[in-house]
């Protein structure tokens, strides 16, 4: 039979079981409700859940406009380098 020891325990593990309790701790002091207006609705929700919710939202907005971003920069980069040797095929066919 093996004994529990803190040697079996990872670092990411030890993070896992620090942000789990923050985030119960969180919840537990957060459990009111909150009205929500939004256009013509409304409707209670607590508040942790709320905040929870906006978080999640604006990390993933964050993901994909950022990835939306770097294609745009992406392209753009290929189009000038494309353009580029556009004009100097144009200037050594003049020549």
């Given at each position: 039979?093996s004994r529990?020891?803190?040697?079996?325990?990872?670092?990411s593990?030890?993070?896992?079981i620090?942000?789990?309790?923050?985030?119960i701790?969180?919840?537990?002091?957060?459990l009111?409700n909150?009205?929500?207006?939004?256009?013509?609705?409304?409707?209670?929700?607590?508040?942790?859940l709320?905040?929870?919710?906006?978080?999640?939202?604006?990390?993933?907005?964050?993901?994909f406009?950022?990835?939306?971003?770097?294609?745009?920069?992406?392209?753009?980069?290929?189009?000038?380098v494309?353009?580029?040797?556009?004009?100097?095929?144009?200037?050594?066919?003049e020549?």
């Open positions: 039979m529990f020891s803190l040697k079996n325990i990872s670092f593990q030890i993070l896992g620090i942000a789990l309790v923050l985030l701790t969180f919840v537990m002091q957060n009111s909150v009205s929500v207006k939004f256009i013509r609705w409304t409707f209670e929700i607590p508040i942790f709320l905040i929870i919710i906006v978080f999640f939202v604006g990390f993933y907005t964050s993901i406009a950022g990835s939306g971003l770097e294609k745009f920069f992406k392209k753009k980069e290929t189009y000038e494309d353009m580029k040797k556009i004009s100097e095929n144009a200037k050594s066919s020549k």
